[in-house]
DNA sequence: GCCAACGTTGGC
DNA sequence: GCCAACGTTGGC
């Protein structure tokens, strides 16, 4: 099992909303490496959700209960003729006890070398181990 | 195939 | 609301 984070306008897509429909596709990766990063997630990872925009913070936990498949939404392919979007079907799993933010994982050392912290736009990407466990143990999830 | 112009993301 | 960082587009 290994745990992503993936990002989200609360204002679009929050983790209430994820909560409210129990299961929900996660669409709208467009970003070349966020896909890369989105179809090598398979079913049973975990997914820390992000809020962007106001809140900043990893708000919720959630699980891929299914593996990476095309968008049925966007008809677009690649020069390989291959589905250019993907999308994975998500679980809520629960709310963090409290949201890790921004700050608080940019004021650790520990997340120098995180893409969240180094990459700025990257809406998807896997998470180390170490700072899976790391925000799961300041989340309380 | 380069690269200038433009668009988007997302923190500040 | 601004703008830095990065992607994408389209003319050449």
Known sequence: MRTFL???EPSEY???DLVRDGVAPWTGVANPAALIALRSASKGDQALIYHTGKDKAVVG???FVS???PDPARAER???GLP???VLDVRALKPARTPVTLGAMKSDPRFAAFALVKQPRLSVMLVPPALDK???AMGGL
Do not use: V
Request: proline share 5%; net charge positive; charged share 25%.
């Open 78 to 80: 690649t020069s390989d």
């Open 6 to 8: 993936l990002k989200t």
């Open 14 to 16: 929050a983790f209430a």
């Open 67 to 69: 593996n990476p498949y």
């Open 61 to 63: 936990l959630g699980e």
């Open 84 to 86: 250019k979007h993907a």
């Open 134 to 136: 790391a925000i799961r």
